[in-house]
């Protein structure tokens, strides 16, 4: 009984240090492999109003721990998202197209730091 209880406790032992070299891989993400910089943050600007059927163009602005700040709006490394697509859509570059009436929520992913997600609603 020993050594099968033995084996169970170096098993878990094994997926636990797994489980934290994934854990710890995932927080080099705020570190733009572009330029080497720490991100701080990303800025969209403020929540969104537009009715059924417009477009509004948002921008995102890569804000880095020195100060400095990119433009990430039509960045490669960058992923829009909106959390209903039933009420509105966005492209690969920012466009917002009001689909449905209601409530949802927009935000960017740039290099695995995603930015807050700001208010959109469609009337």
Do not use: P
């Not at 169970?8 to 710890?24: E, I, K, N, T, Y």
């Amino acid at each position: 009984m020993k050594t099968s209880s033995s084996f169970v406790r170096s098993g878990l032992a094994s997926v636990l240090v797994a489980l934290s070299l994934v854990a710890c891989g995932s927080s080099s993400s705020g570190v733009d492999s572009n330029n080497g910089k720490a991100i701080s943050g990303i800025d969209i600007g403020g929540d969104v109003t537009l009715d059924k059927g417009a477009t509004q163009q948002e921008t995102a602005t890569v804000e880095y721990a020195d100060g400095t700040k990119k433009d990430i709006t039509s960045d490669s490394d960058s992923v829009w998202n909106v959390g209903d697509t039933g009420v509105a859509t966005v492209s690969k570059t920012g466009l917002i197209t009001g689909v449905g009436n209601g409530a949802t929520t927009v935000s960017i992913t740039y290099q695995g730091t995603v930015s807050d997600k700001k208010a959109l609603i469609v009337h």
